[in-house]
């Protein structure tokens, strides 16, 4: 079943442009090495607080990257600029409602 990542961590505002210019490969990285590997997104909440969504076919898949994600450079570049991992959670999609017309 979908499921998505999501990761909420801080990174120092003044290196914004490093976070996200380590995005692509990171993104390359988790499609080319990871099953099950959808999309990603990335959220602003605040000056330095961030969300990660990424969504996985299952939950196993994600599971498995996590074991797979830090030994890939384009990875560690960008989760070297975490100052702070607040929190993460998984969640499987229980309903989805796409609206009509």
Do not use: N, Y
């Not at 890939?72 to 409602?97: N, S, T, W, Y």
């Amino acid at each position: 079943m979908t499921t998505f990542e999501l990761a909420r961590f801080t990174v120092d505002p003044t290196r914004t442009d490093e976070l996200l210019a380590a995005r692509p490969a990171m993104a390359a990285e988790l499609k080319e090495h990871c099953p099950g590997f959808i999309q990603l997104w990335l959220l602003r909440l605040d000056e330095k607080t961030w969300l990660d969504v990424v969504e996985w076919e299952t939950r196993e898949d994600a599971d498995r990257a996590l074991t797979i994600v830090p030994e890939h450079p384009g990875c560690q570049k960008m989760f070297g600029l975490i100052e702070e991992v607040i929190g993460m959670d998984h969640g499987e999609v229980a309903d989805r409602v796409v609206p009509v017309g």
